[in-house]
Each structure stands twice: as structure tokens, then as C-alpha cells.
């Protein structure tokens, strides 16, 4: 009892002193933690360090504003869904739009083998409201929140202090749905409920010749007004009286399977309108699965990259971005498992230098991008812009961990560390070694005047929903940011 009281009180100094400025413990302190508790592994070491290490910056919002995309999201067994619908598993092929329950067959078997996340639109309204009928009454159908922009007002709405508003197309049920803290204006309530069906599929699932390396989901829709964003006019022009410290805007990728004639004209509207934000109120962008180079291109050179301040994305999206844009590591079809550290480092670089603000003279707004994917984390910045990075990015690793688990904290015997624990800060040279130590775990490296903060998550074994974690982790990484006043955006 005496020796693990011992090491608690060791760790205890242990972060006291990385606090006090040194990027190193002390060794003899770290080996006596190692001696006196052989038996706590990784992850207890890591979670332990989480709960030390995590604070909320001195200065929080108060007031967030989140749009534009909401929905109820139908989650089923994406194999036994269709399974039901009588289709038979065959090779797997990836659609921009989807027009056929073969279409949507093919496109979840391409992703499902990948373990990887996608979003489509369904183009045929009949059909798409037969699979929803089957959905509905699939057994152990649940309905949930659904949307970026809904999903992160539900997980900014967990804390108390912080006032939410929420601008999206909001049905009877959503609104039903969605946490009491969360102000949705008048003119965002509407008469039906937007469904997106969310196929899940678990680590090691089976279907036909197809094995899921790991856990995830394939969603889909036929929604028009989230594919419209029609509530964007409605979002900006209730800032003006909300007055918030911070918007949060998703939902653009909604509007690619509506064509090209539809998205440009709308983007265009968009930036116009994103335009009336006050410079001071940080926007963040939360990307999501995209297909469309052209659409794509337009959100980040054109059109509404520069005038936000903070972007989240996953490891799908940020290389779809750098493919666009013939960024860095652009021929790599694919991330092959867990996307190497060095080559995600280089495209965030190049996306903060090529459309953020790396040169102090740009006009670009985007200073902060955060990172995930599902063995770790990164928070990339632009120096001097955001502070409280380094506990930012471990909440959203934590958070992964425990929403994953279906639990409100972390238990380290429910999930595993997959991420390395040695890596390089660039896949080419010059490059810096870098390794992480579970006791203080983010590793920092700085690349001129831009810095990342890494962190690993926690895997867990056996995650009872995927759905909404990105959103999950970009909101709590927000909650855990400060924007550094002495910046004009």
C-alpha cells in the first residue's frame, strides 16, 4: 500500500515539475515510478497523465454558436441491413453518388474493408425512403442526434457554463432529442425530420469475403435541406443578437452530391455571408468526407478556408485535401493502417502555409488545424495565435476514448494504445526524432513558426458507436482552446 501511495505521490511530482518548464522528468523519478508499480501498464500511465494534465484555459467561452447541419441519424448493422435488403456482398467500389441499393452495396463493402469512414448522398428519394423504412425496423434500430453541427452543440451543451446555439433544419424528433441547453431559433424548426442511416460495421466483422480491420461507419442520406444549407442565412443573421465568442460551422460537404450548377452558386453565398462575422469571432470549420476534387478546391482556394480560423478533419480528409490540391504525399491512393506520423505532419504544414497564416502579411484567417485520427491525435498552429494546445488535444484524445466506450472517463482496461510511441516529425529530411512518454504524454516538435502538439488515444477494445466521435473531439478540443486576444483576426 505504502509503495503505490509512493508512486502517486512521485507522479504527482512528476507533473508538478513538467509544469514548472522542463521538457524532460527527471530519470530517477521516472524509474523509481517504474519499479514501484510494475503492474500499471501503458494505458493507466497515460490516462493517469490525461487527468493531471488537462485543464480548461483561463479565459473560456461563454457563448458558442454551431451550424448549419442537423438530422436524426438511424443506426443500424450496416451487414445486417443489408443483408435484409437482399443484396449480396460482391467487390467493393467506391461512388461519388449513390443511385441503387447496388450502389450503396459496392460503396460499403470499398469502405468497409479499409475500416474507413465515408459519407454519401442517396439520389433517389423512393428508394432511399424504402431502406429507411427498413432501417426504422431493423431490430436494434436506435435514433440519435445526427449532424456535425448538432452533435457539437450536444457536446458543447455538457458543460453548464457555456450557452449554445444550435441553426439547422430541427424536426419534431431532433428537437426532442436534443439537450435543453441548446437554444435553436424559431425560424430553424421545421415540420419533418431530415434521417441519415448510419451503417456500423465492428472490428473483424465478416461479410462474404470482406473482414473489417476496424470499427466503423458508412452514412447516408437523400437530404435536401442540410444539402442546401438551408439554414446558413438563418445562422449568420442570429449572431448578431446571440453574440457569440465562437462559431462553429459544418455541414458543407453536404451540398457536393447536389452538383456542381447547386454548390458553387451556394458556396459563393456561403463566404458572402460568413463574411458579415465579425473579424474578432474565431470560426471553426468541421470538414467531412468529400469526393468531389473540384468542390474541394473551391473550399480551400477560393472560397471559404480563408476566412476561418480553425479547421478539424480526420486522416480520410486530410489526404483527399492534399490530393486536391497537389499537396504534399498526393499519389498515395490510401493511408495503409495507421497513417504515419511524419507524412500527416507534412501536409498539415503545407495546408497552414499554403492557405493559413504562416506569413504574418497573409490575408488568410486560418491559424489552428486539429487533427484525428484513430490512434492519435495532432493540433497544429500558427505560433501566437492559441494557447492551452497541449491540454486541448489530450481532452480530445480522452474524450475518443471514453465516448467510444459508451462511458463518461476513461477505463484503462477497455482499451489499448495503438499509436507509436517513436516517430518522425517529417516523412523526408530534414527531420527530428521524436518519442513519447506515456507520463507526459504529448510530444511537441515546431517547424519554423508553426507547432504540433501530438497526443495518442487510447483505443477502445470494443466501441459500442462510432458516430459523432470527430465531432466529439474537435468540440472538446475547442472547449479547451484560448485564442491569444492580442491577434486581430
Not at 493507466?44 to 483561463?58: D, R
Not at 455541414?251 to 453565398?269: A, P, S
Request: a negative charge; charged letters at 20%.
Amino acid at each position: 500500500m505504502w509503495r503505490k501511495a509512493s508512486a502517486a505521490v512521485l507522479l504527482a511530482l512528476a507533473v508538478g515539475y513538467f509544469y514548472s518548464g522542463s521538457p524532460e522528468l527527471p530519470e530517477r523519478v521516472l524509474q523509481y515510478f517504474n519499479r514501484a508499480s510494475p503492474g500499471i501498464g501503458v494505458e493507466h500511465a497515460i490516462s493517469a497523465a490525461w487527468e493531471a494534465l488537462i485543464t480548461l484555459p483561463s479565459r473560456q467561452w461563454s457563448k458558442v454558436a454551431v451550424g448549419v447541419n442537423a438530422c436524426v441519424d438511424v443506426v443500424v448493422s450496416g451487414v445486417g441491413l443489408l443483408q435484409a435488403l437482399a443484396v449480396d456482398p460482391v467487390a467493393g467500389r467506391d461512388h461519388e453518388v449513390l443511385h441503387s441499393k447496388e450502389d450503396l452495396k459496392e460503396a460499403f463493402i470499398h469502405f468497409m474493408e479499409r475500416g474507413a469512414a465515408a459519407e454519401r448522398f442517396f439520389s433517389d428519394e423512393e428508394v432511399f425512403q424504402q431502406i429507411a423504412r427498413a432501417a426504422a425496423e431493423y431490430p436494434g434500430a436506435k435514433l440519435y442526434v445526427g449532424g456535425n453541427a448538432a452533435l457539437m452543440g450536444q457536446k458543447f451543451a455538457t458543460y453548464p457554463d457555456l450557452m449554445v446555439l444550435l441553426c439547422g433544419p430541427v424536426g419534431p424528433k431532433l428537437h426532442e432529442l436534443l439537450d435543453e441547453q441548446i437554444h435553436v431559433p424559431p425560424e430553424s424548426l421545421q415540420e419533418i425530420d431530415e434521417f441519415h442511416l448510419i451503417l456500423e460495421y465492428k472490428a473483424g466483422e465478416r461479410w462474404g469475403s470482406t473482414q473489417a480491420p476496424q470499427a466503423n461507419r458508412f452514412i447516408f442520406s437523400h437530404d435536401v435541406s442540410n444539402g442546401g444549407m438551408s439554414s446558413l442565412e438563418t445562422f449568420v443573421a442570429s449572431l448578431e443578437e446571440f453574440q457569440p465568442e465562437l462559431v462553429v460551422l459544418s455541414g458543407l460537404h453536404m451540398m457536393e452530391g447536389r452538383g456542381r450548377e447547386l454548390w458553387d452558386g451556394r458556396l459563393k453565398q456561403a463566404v458572402m455571408a460568413l463574411a458579415d462575422i465579425p473579424k474578432d469571432i474565431p470560426i471553426h470549420l468541421e470538414l467531412a468526407s468529400m469526393t468531389d476534387k473540384d468542390f474541394m478546391n473551391s473550399i480551400m482556394q477560393e472560397q471559404v478556408m480563408p476566412i476561418v480560423s480553425s479547421i478539424g478533419l480526420n486522416e480520410q480528409e486530410l489526404l483527399f485535401l492534399s490530393q486536391a490540391g497537389g499537396g504534399p504525399h498526393a499519389a498515395l491512393p490510401a493511408w495503409t493502417g495507421i497513417p504515419e506520423v511524419g507524412r500527416v505532419s507534412d501536409i498539415l504544414l503545407w495546408i497552414l502555409e499554403r492557405h493559413g497564416r504562416v506569413d504574418p502579411s497573409s490575408e488568410s484567417e486560418l491559424t489552428r488545424i486539429h487533427f484525428h485520427t484513430l490512434a492519435y491525435h495532432i493540433l497544429a498552429m500558427v505560433d501566437g495565435y492559441w494557447g492551452n494546445q497541449a491540454a486541448a488535444v489530450m481532452a480530445g484524445a480522452r474524450v475518443a476514448s471514453s465516448q467510444a466506450c459508451g462511458l463518461q472517463a476513461v477505463d484503462p482496461s477497455k482499451v489499448e494504445l495503438k499509436a507509436p510511441l517513436e516517430f518522425y516529425s517529417s516523412h523526408s529530411e530534414p527531420r527530428e526524432k521524436l518519442s513519447l512518454d506515456p507520463t507526459e504524454p504529448v510530444a511537441v516538435w515546431r517547424r519554423g513558426n508553426v507547432t504540433f502538439h501530438f497526443t495518442p488515444v487510447l483505443v477502445c477494445k470494443h466501441p459500442l458507436r462510432t458516430v459523432g466521435l470527430g465531432d466529439a473531439i474537435s468540440a472538446e478540443g475547442l472547449v479547451y482552446s484560448e485564442l491569444q486576444i492580442q491577434q486581430a483576426f
